[in-house]
């Protein structure tokens, strides 16, 4: 007889994330508030996109929750488990993105999320995924530190090595092969998580979770007022040219929310408002420009850097 998974209690939290970060990001900004939206779906799906456009502090920002439920997996979620095939599935998740209006305070991303696959006479198949990563356009090393020993905190109770494991696998998904460069100075991923009892899957996420908003704000305060100028600015729309090419061509929850039947514009709303390309551009040697790519788009422990 196959067991059962109730996904309702994830369900609930993710709500209510959604609506402390949401809250936590409104009164950071202090001048603009998210749009609100509620779409319920069949078989009791829902989305709830927010997003936040045109403020002193974010540029835009979208916090957005998702249930979505369906007869069969998208090919984005059975690409690489071939065994969910003809499963019908239920996933509930919250993605944020955040985009800065200040070129030295960082972009920063996060996802939690949550999947469920059954089938007649088979035990259900579940796993738990997310995490969070930073985009930083100036480097501080201060602020590298903290966001990543915030992360290593809030993986530390389910296990010792969990935290290296995902900083690895973050530096590894969040990273452009067609250009051979990291988008960011990473953080903590991981997908296909089952390996821990449901109800201590679902306590990681909660931990992560919870700690977005203490590892992602104090760096938000801290460069918020920082004076720049166009260079600042300019450099800023060149490397977001480098989160849309990401998101567009290699994100697997963008490609499962677009093969799932999602709606595009609350898919499409982790995309910053403004973007720029230049052909072949190249930072000139010794300036901070060319320090984000020699020093902090390159993989290194900066939880344990001193």
């Not at 449901?198 to 909660?206: G, K, N, P, S």
């Not at 230049?278 to 850097?305: C, I, K, M, S």
Request: aromatic share 12%; with cysteine; glycine share 8%.
């Amino acid at each position: 007889m196959s067991g059962t998974v109730d996904l309702s209690p994830v369900r609930s939290y993710l709500l209510a994330l959604q609506e402390r970060i949401t809250r936590a990001l409104e009164e950071e900004d202090g001048s603009t508030r998210f749009a609100c939206e509620e779409r319920v779906g069949e078989r009791g799906g829902l989305a709830r996109p927010r997003v936040l456009e045109g403020g002193d502090v974010f540029e835009k920002a979208a916090v957005n929750f998702s249930h979505t439920a369906g007869e069969a997996l998208p090919e984005a979620a059975t690409a690489r488990r071939s065994d969910l095939t003809g499963r019908s599935y239920q996933a509930v998740s919250v993605s944020l993105i955040v985009h800065p209006r200040n070129p030295y305070v960082p972009t920063s991303h996060a996802n939690f999320r949550a999947f469920l696959a059954e089938r007649d006479g088979a035990e259900p198949v579940w796993w738990f995924g997310g995490g969070y990563d930073l985009t930083p356009y100036y480097g501080f090393r201060e602020d590298a530190v903290h966001w990543h020993r915030t992360a290593r905190a809030a993986c530390a109770p389910f296990g010792a090595e969990l935290h290296a494991r995902f900083k690895e696998a973050c530096d590894t998904y969040f990273h452009l092969p067609h250009r051979d460069e990291p988008r960011g100075i990473g953080g903590v991923f991981f997908d296909d998580f089952a390996e821990l009892p449901f109800e201590e899957c679902a306590a990681l996420q909660r931990s992560l979770g919870d700690s977005f908003v203490e590892a992602y704000l104090p760096i938000v305060r801290r460069r918020r007022d920082h004076p720049f100028g166009e260079r600042e600015r300019e450099f800023q729309l060149y490397r977001r040219g480098r989160y849309v090419e990401f998101n567009l061509v290699h994100d697997r929850g963008t490609r499962f929310g677009l093969q799932s039947g999602g709606r595009t514009e609350s898919i499409l709303a982790s995309l910053p408002p403004v973007a720029h390309w230049r052909y072949d551009w190249r930072p000139e040697p010794g300036t901070p420009e060319a320090e984000l790519y020699e020093v902090f788009l390159v993989p290194r422990d900066w939880a344990d850097d001193s």
